[in-house]
């Protein structure tokens, strides 16, 4: 499986990594913000876990976004999942739709994906819709970080060949 994580920075996001890891996917980790205290801890974290890449973006800027998924696409041979579990307050259902987007573009090219919003309880419902043929889900935060993470990997496990 190959699977961006894109909010690597919050305490889901690490554990998402980890637990992707663990289940042998090769992963490219992207913080959400572009401060570098948050980008070196990703960094960090991209070599714990062995990620084939790492960065730091604002997840709310399109062309960055765009540009990013792109190359994550690329350094990975494709993508299976995208996992958005940034945590931008107010932002953040605008985020998901543009990580949505462009996600779902590079799912095009490669033959399906799932994409998956772990986002925080308050976040607003109406998001994170996939258009025919793939797959989405949404997955509040308010758990203990490594429960969320155990369900997404057995989600992905399910909808990924060869996971």
Do not use: H, W
């Not at 931008?88 to 998901?96: D, Y």
């Amino acid at each position: 499986m190959r699977a961006l994580v894109l909010g690597a920075e919050t305490p889901v996001g690490r554990a998402i990594a980890a637990a992707l890891t663990g289940a042998g996917a090769q992963l490219a980790l992207v913080a959400s913000t572009g401060d570098a205290e948050t980008a070196f801890a990703v960094q960090r974290l991209a070599r714990r876990t062995g990620a084939v890449l790492s960065q730091a973006i604002d997840a709310t800027n399109e062309m960055a976004v765009r540009v990013m998924v792109r190359q994550v696409s690329k350094a990975l041979g494709g993508l299976d999942a995208v996992v958005f579990c940034a945590d931008l307050g107010e932002r953040t259902p605008a985020a998901v739709e543009i990580a949505m987007t462009y996600s779902n573009r590079e799912f095009n090219r490669t033959g399906g994906g799932t994409f998956i919003a772990a986002v925080p309880q308050d976040t607003p419902a109406g998001i994170g819709e996939a258009p025919p043929g793939f797959s989405s889900m949404r997955v509040v935060t308010a758990a203990d970080a490594e429960a969320v993470a155990r369900r997404i990997v057995e989600a992905l496990a399910g909808d990924s060949p060869g996971a």
